[in-house]
């Protein structure tokens, strides 16, 4: 069986470190805790890798030494996901302010990434969102499913049979 490939958005790293959201920082922790025993891809791409590097200097530095031992492939950007991305905001999938969430859900379409992982759940890991952006991706051809999840649906092990 192939390995599950997901991406994980720059909040579920974050979530990692969250002393103000208790509740979610042990549900990231459970989740990197469990993923050398689970049969998952990991990728990022240089989205993330940008939205780190625009947090102060201890936290950039915290994030990258944290993100290191998983050594996720790192997706770039490409004229095909920012044709992607426009086509996510101008069927006001995403709303503008939401640039570069759209550009994290292209980059995981693109590449035919089967899951994109994140807390924001507000543009991202919702029923809502996800039926818009199947969508808009079936209309440019990208007909490949895409769940937009929480740490926490991907974190359960029911692989043990």
Known sequence: M????LYLETSSWNFYYADDAPEKKAITREFF???????????????????????SADKKNQLRSFIKPFQPTI???????????????????????????????ALATINELDYVVSWNLRHIANIHRQQKVSAINILNGYTKPLQLITPMEASYNDFEN
């Open 2 to 5: 192939k390995n599950i490939k």
């Open 33 to 55: 805790d469990a993923l050398p025993n689970l049969p998952y891809d990991l990728y990022i791409s240089e989205v993330v890798l940008e939205e780190i590097d625009n947090a």
């Open 75 to 105: 997706l770039l950007l490409n004229s095909s996901v920012n044709q992607l991305v426009k086509a996510y905001l101008d069927h006001k999938v995403l709303p503008p302010k939401a640039f570069y969430d759209a550009r994290h859900i």
